[in-house]
């Protein structure tokens, strides 16, 4: 299958030729097709929501496993009561708050949306994207677009077209490069489907967003790095968002974590390996060894959030065996950060 990549101009929606580009992903999405576009969180990879035929080719697209259900995402807020059974009091304030925008709600679900999208669950999850691309897709096509990110499953998600085609050439006959993505980390996903409501993955909202308009949240014990609960959302118990290389985040206070991860980098070097370092804009001198990229600054964790997953990808394209990154606080948005460099890393922490 041929890939074509087309560029969308998000400022120019009105004007004929963006209209076109629209109409003519929408039509491939009605046809039960599969289409990449941009959102303000990640690339995601969009088929319509309500046909079982489409969701499957998201799963055969990514190697997704079948149990690992797909989010469906929305532009008109009306449309939640169509796919769900009960719209609870505290997820219409929740969504009046942050739709459109990284919020993703789980409800128990009707029949419209068919168990292959849901991965067999009697419940759904709905986002309604803040970005005009993602809009104007769901709108003109079916208003139920299933979108995992559109990576390879277990890989980084993409923030940009590249990343994108750099997995899906060959596999989905269109992607809209809508440019890179402003937040860069995926949404946070919300239960509404049991009595009180809980994180099941922490996003660019933060927990204290969720209290602030709710009240009580509580957070998936699964989440918990020990491994002793299993996540509630399947997707949260595969290795993922993983670089080639084995990936080592080092923990503790700042000055012993740069000897430390000298040290590793020196060690690596004697077994023959190529290391790489994930470090901050205040640190990068502080190395001596190894290929060293910034993530960004350390006052500034949303910047850290949308340099993650292309660090991580930029890595992949330099053939390094062992990459050694510095941790963050668990603090708001560093809770979301922190679930996805554990999880990248495989677990694989060291406490110095
Ligand atoms: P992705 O779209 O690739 O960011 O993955 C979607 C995430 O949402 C995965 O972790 C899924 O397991 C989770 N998810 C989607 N639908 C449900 C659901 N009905 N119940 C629990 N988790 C869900
Ligand atoms: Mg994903």
Not at 124 to 135: G, I, Q, W
Not at 191 to 220: C, H, K, N, W, Y
Not at 275 to 292: L, R
């Amino acid at each position: 299958m041929k890939t074509i990549v087309e560029k969308i101009d998000a400022a120019k929606l009105a004007d004929e030729i963006e209209k076109q580009k629209i109409a003519a992903a929408a039509r491939l999405l009605k046809e039960g097709g599969v289409v990449a576009f941009p959102t303000e969180t990640v690339y995601g990879l969009g088929a319509d929501a309500q046909n079982p035929e489409a969701s499957r080719r998201i799963y055969e697209a990514k190697g997704r496993p079948s149990d690992n259900p797909l989010i469906v995402h929305i532009a008109a807020f009306s449309d939640l009561e169509l796919i769900t059974r009960e719209l609870p009091k505290a997820a219409k304030v929740l969504g009046e708050h942050f739709w459109p925008g990284p919020l993703t709600m789980i409800f128990r679900k009707n029949d419209r949306i068919p168990l292959e999208t849901t991965g067999g669950l009697d419940t759904v999850a709905v986002r309604m994207p803040n970005h005009p691309v993602a809009l104007a897709l769901i709108k003109a096509s079916t208003g139920f677009i299933a979108a995992p990110s559109a990576n390879v499953s277990g890989k980084p998600s993409p923030t940009t077209a590249e990343h994108v085609f750099c997995d899906m050439d060959g596999r989905i006959p269109m992607i809209l490069d809508g440019g890179p993505v402003g937040i860069g980390i995926e949404s946070t996903i919300v239960d509404f489907s049991e009595d009180t409501p809980m994180i099941l993955r922490p996003g660019f909202i933060t927990q204290e967003m969720v209290q602030q308009a709710i009240g009580s949240v509580s957070l998936d014990k699964g989440l918990e790095p020990d491994g002793a609960t299993a996540p509630k959302a399947p997707g949260m118990k595969y290795r993922h968002y993983a670089p080639k290389a084995e990936l080592v985040l080092v923990k503790g206070e700042m000055c012993r974590v740069i000897p430390a991860i000298n040290r590793l980098v020196q060690e690596a070097g004697q077994q023959g390996k190529r290391a790489g370092v994930i470090c901050t804009e205040e640190t990068c001198g502080s190395y001596q060894g190894g290929i060293v990229k910034s993530i960004g600054s350390r006052k500034e964790k949303a910047g850290i959030a949308r340099h993650m997953y292309g660090v991580l990808r930029e890595f992949d394209e330099l053939d390094v065996d062992i990459i050694f990154s510095e941790s963050f606080s668990e603090e708001g948005l560093g809770q979301a950060i922190m679930n996805r460099m554990q999880k990248a890393a495989g677990h694989r922490v060291m406490e110095v």
